[in-house]
């Protein structure tokens, strides 16, 4: 069980919401290495179920589903593919007030790279909120610098998705860039410069460890 407290105070104002939920999560993965996968795949899923309070909404049950799919493959001369898929979405009433920790929003590093952590989502009066729908998904192809650096790779990837208040309202913001990776011993440092096709300006994201 968990319990969950949340204020949010933004342009629109000040929003507080609670809830007590029951969660479950389960991951499985078949890679030929946890630290430095370049074969294999693997799912994360997480399911919460419980019951919400809000100061300006209504009280009542949701359900929150969340998984990631991810995909590793080499092709070609030393290329290496990485490819993810993240789908989420919260059921409940339409005035039901979820807390906004349970809600989604994109942007940042493992999620659409060339814009702000957690600075995609349903825009309301020019200010960016949380909402019952995600999506995103990735592409990144990798090879090492040179025969002399095994451990130092070159990267190209291109990043895509939103969040919205449901699916048919979401509309993905896409990002573009170029990274360098260093694949150490206890896991992968990333380095990522990406360009935010929406925003028309790049990004710098630094990310280290695997993602499940």
């Known amino acids: 069980m968990e319990a ?16 007590l ?8 993965r078949n890679v030929d290495s946890r630290l430095l996968p370049t074969r294999g795949q693997a799912v994360i899923l ?9 100061n300006q909404a209504d009280s009542g049950p949701f359900g929150r589903l969340y998984t990631r799919l ?19 979405q919260v059921f409940a009433r339409t005035g039901v007030g979820v807390p906004d920790p349970l809600l989604f929003r994109a942007g940042g590093e493992e999620s659409v790279r060339g814009y702000a952590y957690r600075g995609l989502g349903p825009v309301v009066n020019g200010v960016v909120t949380s ?14 610098i040179s025969r002399k650096l095994p451990a130092l790779w070159g990267a190209a990837f291109i990043d895509a998705g939103n969040a919205a208040d449901r699916f048919s309202e979401l509309n993905p913001a896409v990002g573009v860039g170029v990274g360098l990776h260093y694949r150490s011993p206890v896991g992968p440092l990333r380095v990522d410069l990406a360009y935010g096709v929406d925003d028309a300006r790049f990004r710098l994201h630094v990310t280290a460890g695997v993602s499940f």
């Not at 969950?4 to 809830?19: C, I, T």
């Open 21 to 28: 939920t029951g969660n479950a999560d389960w991951t499985w």
């Open 46 to 54: 997480q399911t919460a179920l419980g019951y919400a309070r809000a």
């Open 131 to 144: 909402g019952r729908s995600l999506f995103t998904a990735s592409a990144e192809v990798a090879h090492p």
């Open 70 to 88: 991810l995909a590793f493959r080499p092709f070609g001369d030393g290329w290496n593919a990485r490819l993810r898929v993240d789908l989420g």
């Open 4 to 19: 969950q407290h949340a204020r949010v105070d933004s342009p629109l104002g000040r929003s507080e919401a609670q809830s």
